[in-house]
C-alpha cells in the first residue's frame, strides 16, 4: 500500500479514501461514489480497529464480510482495497496513539472510554499509509468527524476531510453495519431515532429555540418505546461539541440509543440559512 501510495503521488493523482469497517451497506458505497466523482484513485481501507471497542463492546462478533464487501467494491470501480491485518498497523510493543483533547471525552467519548483514541490513531495511521487527497466520512458519525477534522488541522495533515450526508433506509432508520443485529420487532422499534430527530425538527420549524423544551420532546419520544433504552439526547454546538441551551447557530442533535442489546446512533444537523440567520436548514 505505501509503495502504491508512493507511485500516485508521483503521478500527481487525487487519492480519495473511503475508511470502513466492512460490512458494507449503502452508506459506504455513498461515500466510494462521492470519491470516484472527486478523484482519480479511490482506495477503500477494510478494517475492524480493535482499538476502538471497549471491553464489553461487539469485537469479536462484529459483521466481517470481506469477499462481499470486495465485490461491491470491484463493481463500483474502487482501484484498490487496503486490509491489513492488526498485526499490521499494531506491531509488537506498540506505544503511541492520539488522543484530540477536549473533544474525545464527552458524549459518545463518555459512554465508550478510549473509544476515540482508537480512532485517531488508526485514522492517522491510514493516512499516513495510504497518503489521501481526500478522505471521506459520514455525517453519522458526527462527533468522530469533528475529531478527525481536528486531528487533521493540528497535526498539519495533507488530507482534505470530506463530511458526506446520512444515508437512510426508506423509512428513515439512518444505515448502519450494527442494523444486523437487530431482530424484526427491534427493528421496528429503532425508528424510534427518526420519529425523535423528525419531532425535534418540526418543533424547531414552528420556532422554538429553547434547548430543554426540544430536549424534553425527545425524550417523551423515546419514552413511549419499550424496547429503547436512551443513552443520551443531546443539543451541542457544531464546533466545539459543548451542550447549548438556545439553539442560535451551527449545532447538532445527537441521539445514542440501546434497542435490545444493540447499540445505535443518529442525529440531525441544524445550521442557519444563508437566505435568513433566522431560519434553520435541516440536515437529517
Not at 157 to 178: K, M, T, W
Not at 192 to 205: G, I, N, S
Not at 210 to 238: C, G, M, N, R
Amino acid at each position: 500500500m505505501k509503495e502504491s501510495a508512493r507511485l500516485s503521488r508521483a503521478e500527481n493523482k487525487i487519492v480519495g479514501l473511503v475508511p470502513t469497517m466492512g460490512a458494507l451497506h449503502a452508506g459506504h458505497m455513498a461515500l466510494v461514489e462521492r470519491a470516484k466523482r472527486d478523484c482519480t484513485q479511490v482506495v477503500t481501507s477494510i478494517f475492524v480497529n480493535p482499538t476502538q471497542f471497549g471491553p464489553k463492546e461487539d469485537l469479536a462478533k462484529y459483521p466481517r464480510t470481506f469477499e462481499s464487501d470486495a465485490t461491491k467494491l470491484e463493481s463500483a470501480g474502487v482501484d484498490a482495497i487496503f486490509a491489513p491485518q492488526p498485526a499490521d498497523i499494531y506491531p509488537p510493543n506498540f506505544r503511541t496513539y492520539v488522543n484530540v483533547e477536549g473533544l474525545s471525552d464527552r458524549l459518545e467519548g463518555r459512554s465508550r472510554p478510549g473509544h476515540f483514541r482508537g480512532v485517531a490513531t488508526v485514522v492517522l495511521k491510514l493516512f499516513e499509509i495510504v497518503q489521501p487527497t481526500y478522505a471521506y466520512f459520514g455525517r453519522k458519525d458526527a462527533q468522530q468527524v469533528r475529531i478527525i477534522t481536528q486531528m487533521a488541522r493540528d497535526l498539519n495533515l495533507n488530507v482534505e476531510i470530506v463530511i458526506c450526508p446520512i444515508v437512510r433506509e426508506p423509512d428513515g432508520l439512518a444505515l448502519s453495519s450494527r442494523n444486523v443485529y437487530l431482530n424484526p420487532d427491534e427493528r421496528k422499534a429503532a425508528l424510534v431515532l427518526h420519529r425523535a430527530l423528525t419531532a425535534a425538527r418540526d418543533e424547531l420549524a414552528s420556532g422554538t429555540r429553547d434547548a430543554l423544551s426540544i430536549q424534553s420532546t425527545i425524550q417523551k419520544t423515546f419514552a413511549a418505546e419499550p424496547l429503547a433504552t436512551l443513552d443520551y439526547a443531546e443539543l451541542v454546538d457544531a464546533d466545539t461539541f459543548e451542550p447549548v441551551t438556545r439553539v442560535s447557530r451551527p449545532c447538532y442533535i445527537l441521539l445514542a440509543v440501546h434497542i435490545g442489546k444493540t447499540r445505535l446512533i443518529d442525529n440531525l444537523y441544524l445550521e442557519p440559512s444563508s437566505a435568513n440567520p433566522d431560519v434553520f436548514d435541516f440536515h437529517l
